[in-house]
Nanobody
Framework: QVQLVESGGGLVQPGGSLRLSCAAS????????MGWYRQAPGKQRELVAT???????NYADSVKGRFTISRDNAKNTVYLQMNSLKPEDTAAYYC????????????WGQGTQVTVSS
């Protein structure tokens, strides 16, 4: 069984930084693209950033220049470094991974809350 476990959310003031982590656990799986999505109250879940296995990245326009996605394939982990945070970044952040385990499908983490407020 494969699971994604996120960590690193919390409360931060505007202009501050946070780093989210998401680790995949289990055995016998292969991870393709990994990414982060977020969902604010009353809004649809939206893409934040994705990264392929060979480190090709894609970002939402709203986070370009402020957020950086990276991954460590040896640790099956993806990171999201968030700088210059704004109140509008407040949301539940979800890790996503395209994983081959018996068959290929998308996996989701349980979510971690990020709140940007003074």
């Amino acid at each position: 069984q494969v699971q994604l476990v996120e960590s690193g959310g919390g409360l931060v003031q505007p202009g501050g930084s946070l780093r989210l982590s998401c680790a995949a656990s289990g055995r016998g799986f292969h991870i393709y693209t990994m990414g982060w999505y977020r969902q604010a109250p009353g809004k649809q879940r939206e893409l934040v950033a994705t990264i392929t296995r060979d480190d090709s990245t894609n970002y939402a326009d709203s986070v370009k220049g402020r957020f950086t996605i990276s991954r460590d394939n040896a640790k099956n982990t993806v990171y999201l470094q968030m700088n210059s945070l704004k109140p509008e970044d407040t949301a539940a952040y979800y890790c996503n991974a395209d994983i081959l385990y018996l068959f290929r499908r998308a996996y989701w983490g349980q979510g971690t809350q990020v709140t940007v407020s003074s």
